[in-house]
């Protein structure tokens, strides 16, 4: 499902932002920057912004070894 009127952005452990869409969200966010480089592993803070609420969240970021 597409969430209409949402910011995602991305954060990496020092507050860089290192993702952002704004738009419809279609939860497909793969763990790569916006610069489409696979992130490092590691944590990672995720906030969702609507019209209503941000829904901030912790993501521990494991890239698949065979990458």
Known sequence: HNIEGVRMQVFNRWG???YFQE???TNDWDGR???DDVL???T???L???EFKNYGVYVDLRND???
């Open 16 to 18: 860089t932002r290192v």
């Open 23 to 25: 738009g419809p969200y």
């Open 33 to 35: 920057s916006d610069t």
């Open 40 to 42: 490092p592993d590691g």
């Open 44 to 46: 990672y803070f995720v």
């Open 48 to 50: 969702l912004t609507t």
């Open 65 to 67: 070894s065979d990458q």
